[in-house]
């Protein structure tokens, strides 16, 4: 099947600063990414939903000056989680897919923790 | 709107048991029914999906069939083994706002014991 990455796949940050993740699609072109929070013992929560070359539709509540999304490319999406807090500590999650109606794939995660 | 509604856990089964998750939903239009496993530490994998009523998916001796009637998708394997431990994921896919969103049910954890 189709692989998406993450990098990286651990970053260990101090409170104030931010974070860049990436998010790869490695054999396709991913004509949409979406990114995706998870918090422990709880479900996947869909944070936002970029289109290559448009801005990044976001879910209610989730803040789009804190959480960055940059869709550059067809095989690259990056979020960028700005001046980030203690709260903001949680396992980040990407998934591509080519066109509509086409398998989601999802990429291995990100777990940050902001100290 | 759109919810899936998972048996909560954690599952803890003898190896070779016999599994079964439930899973229903609840959507505005016709979905797409997937699986998805999540081993520690790692990112979700589909494991099996159905787009259509009736539909039986299966990968890895796991099967689930889409019930339109019951609006169900319950995963089952006739014999579990300790690699099967990982969480499960029940979601569904609907076009909403001309992409596919997927909404994800909260997830039971499988155990399965020597």
């Known amino acids: 099947g189709a692989v998406v990455s993450q990098h990286p796949s651990w970053v260990i940050c101090k409170s104030g600063t931010s974070v860049k993740i990436e998010c790869r699609s490695l054999?396709?072109?991913?004509?949409?990414m979406f990114w995706y929070r998870q918090f422990p013992k709880q479900s996947l929560m869909l944070m936002a939903t970029?289109?290559?070359?448009?801005?990044?539709?976001?879910e209610q509540g989730v803040e789009k000056d804190k959480f960055l999304i940059n869709h550059a490319s067809l095989t690259l999406s990056t979020l960028t989680v700005t001046s980030a807090h203690p709260e903001d500590s949680s396992f980040y999650i990407c998934?591509?897919?080519?066109?509509?109606?086409?398998?989601?794939?999802f990429g291995p995660g990100t777990r940050l923790l902001v100290l | 709107g759109d919810s899936v509604t998972q048996m909560e856990g954690p599952v803890t089964l003898s190896e070779e048991a016999f599994l079964t998750i439930n899973c229903t939903y609840t959507a505005t239009g016709y979905p797409s029914l997937f699986w998805y496993v999540q081993y520690p530490g790692e990112g979700l994998q589909l494991l099996l999906k159905?787009?259509?009523?009736?539909d039986k998916g299966s990968n890895k001796g796991f099967e689930a069939t889409y019930r339109k009637e019951t609006t169900s998708f319950h995963l089952e394997k006739g014999s579990v083994q300790v690699s099967d431990s990982a969480v499960y994921f029940c979601a569904l896919s609907l076009l909403s706002g001309g992409y596919q969103k997927v909404t994800f049910g909260t997830g039971t954890k499988l155990q399965v014991i020597p």
């Open positions: 998934s591509a897919r080519g066109q509509p109606g086409e398998t989601q794939y």
């Open positions: 054999d396709f072109q991913a004509t949409t």
């Open positions: 159905a787009t259509k009523a009736d």
């Open positions: 970029s289109n290559e070359g448009s801005k990044a539709t976001y």
